[in-house]
């Protein structure tokens, strides 16, 4: 059975590693500040009795005030999961560092999400539409796309 | 005296037989070597994220069939699992056990697809895809029993299934299951040991188990890789952890590897179809109660199934009305064709073919 690792218990240690970088932590998943985590996936990868090797999926939701970008990490090893979060208020130009580096499974989906939410993914080599084509207008996902 | 040399490219599809679909390559090619690919997509979105966020929870099951459309059921499965979750509803035993038996099933039907049109991609035209066909139409007769439809099913619904299984359904499972093993001998005699497919296939399209892990492969090719992953063992939904089975996994992560994964796989389905038609109660409800204009609470739920082409997961946020918030569909066959470039460096273009084939996509489910 996959255990799914609560994002309080996972918060105290990245809490411990950055702290203040925990933006809010629940049963079901972390919250972290947009600006380290890219620091935080290299952690929560390499850091022993962690191993998130595994990047399952990779969304964005348009919660109006802010988009929320997740990320469910598996350990293969360890046979754990985590629910990742942050979150950018900027809706004119969002930008969030790319996790490219570490998973390359965030390759295809950060560049869905850049075609459909329009946030940027900074660091991601070939960041560009995936799903439609170049000359498109608009981010069909985005809550205010009719 | 050197002659000078270009990088020619190449485009293959979207219309090509052996895209498998409405996909494109964009292929740089040094003579006839691959030098680099980049797949084009989108040619059969249909923006069905956003569709779904416009319809009720019922509604969208519709939908979850026209992903992967050669293993609809299991598509379902994984969305009525992520909704199940989020209401917190527990599936009658019966449905449950009906449940499991279409999806391996399905898992039969697909991994049928996939190594007949392997083969088809390595230049048996046709031949081999029917001896598989012989088998999946058998296969299409038990689900046009249950569901009046041959492709795309629309059966299981939130809480179970749609409607109970009719009288002439289980004979036929049994008879199936008692007959595969002897199909599946009688593929192995015609494909196990033939040359070409050896000698075109062994040690083609390596992918190593670092490269599987990190870009996040899922289903046969991971496992080909030799990572033993398997969500059906190693995280059991619906009723999995029930069922004595075996992961097969491959040694290198070549083509014959994923073509040998998929073999044995099917072996292991069978095996699960014995104990589930063993077990499965004689009576009971096929569905739980749950009203029709369906509210889940405000929250989000993932749900995820070992599906016949790897790890298929439904994310869904509620805000508490009929329909949802946000649904993301993760797709196995997009993340798999990312390994598409580390496989092809340096092989030729008819290797690209049997390469592609080998990991065995469906554009539905791509571009959705």
């Known amino acids: 059975m996959t255990v799914a690792i609560t994002g309080e218990e996972i918060g105290k240690k990245i809490a411990e590693a950055f702290p203040g970088s925990i933006v809010s932590s629940d049963k079901g998943s972390v919250v972290v500040d947009s600006k380290q985590l890219y620091l935080i996936g290299e952690f929560l990868k390499n850091t022993q009795g962690l191993e998130f090797d595994y990047l399952t999926f990779l969304t964005a939701v348009d919660y109006i005030d802010y988009f929320e970008i ?23 130009n969002p930008v969030v560092p790319s996790v490219f580096n570490i998973w390359r499974a965030a390759c295809y989906q950060e560049r869905e999400v ?12 070939e960041l560009k539409r995936l799903l439609l084509w170049d000359g498109f207008k608009g981010h069909p996902l985005r809550r205010d796309y009719l | ?7 020619f490219i190449l485009n293959i599809g979207p219309q090509h037989p052996s895209t498998h679909g409405v996909f494109r390559l964009r292929v740089t090619l040094d003579g006839e070597v691959v030098v680099n690919v980049e797949p084009v997509i989108g040619y059969l979105h249909r923006g069905i994220e956003k569709l779904a966020e416009g319809r009720t929870y019922t509604q969208n099951i519709p939908f979850t069939d026209r992903l992967d459309y ?19 509803i527990k599936v009658p035993e019966r449905a449950e056990y009906i449940r499991v038996i279409f999806s391996e099933i399905m898992r039969i039907s697909s991994h049928l697809m996939a190594v007949g049109f392997f083969i088809n991609d390595l230049g048996a035209m046709m031949t081999p895809v029917l001896y598989m066909w012989r088998e999946r139409e058998k296969i299409m007769d038990m689900f046009e029993m249950v569901s009046g439809q041959r492709l795309l099913y629309n059966f299981m619904r939130i809480g179970g299934v749609s ?114 038609l063993a077990q499965m109660p004689e009576k009971g409800e096929v569905c739980a109660s749950v009203p029709q204009f369906f509210r889940p609470p405000r929250g989000e739920a993932y749900g995820y199934i070992e599906a016949p082409k790897g790890n ?57």
């Not at chain 2, 050669?70 to 917190?88: H, I, R």
């Not at chain 2, 580390?342 to 791509?366: H, N, P, T, Y």
């Open chain 1, 70 to 92: 997740v990320y469910r990490l598996v350990s293969l090893k360890h046979n754990h999961s985590l629910m990742l979060k942050t979150r950018c208020y900027d809706r004119e």
């Open chain 1, 114 to 125: 850049f075609d459909l939410f329009g946030i940027k993914f900074e660091g991601h080599p």
């Open chain 2, 1 to 7: 005296m050197s002659i000078q040399t270009e990088p």
């Open chain 2, 70 to 88: 050669l293993s609809s059921m299991t598509n379902n499965l994984a969305y009525c699992l992520a909704m199940e979750k989020l209401a917190d």
């Open chain 2, 163 to 276: 409607q109970d299984i009719p009288g002439e359904f289980l004979p036929a499972v049994k008879k199936f299951v008692a007959e595969m093993p002897k199909y599946l001998d009688e593929y192995d005699q015609l494909l196990a040991k033939n040359e070409i497919l050896l000698v075109r296939s062994k040690g083609v399209g390596i992918l190593p188990k670092e490269t599987a892990i990190s870009i996040g492969a899922s289903g046969p090719v991971l496992r080909a890789s030799g990572v033993k992953w398997d969500i059906r063992q190693l995280d059991p939904y619906s009723i999995y952890e029930r069922f004595d089975f075996a992961i097969p996994t491959g040694e290198v992560g070549d083509c014959y590897d994923r073509y040998w994964v998929r073999m044995q796989e099917m072996r292991q389905s069978v095996r699960i179809l014995e104990q589930a």
């Open chain 2, 312 to 368: 298929l997961g439904f994310y869904i946020v509620s805000d508490g009305s009929i329909a949802p918030y946000r649904l993301h569909i993760y797709p196995p066959t997009l993340i798999n064709i990312t390994a598409l470039q580390d496989m092809v460096k340096g092989w030729k273009v008819a290797d690209l073919i049997i390469i592609f084939g080998s990991i065995d996509v469906v554009l539905g489910e791509i571009d959705r």
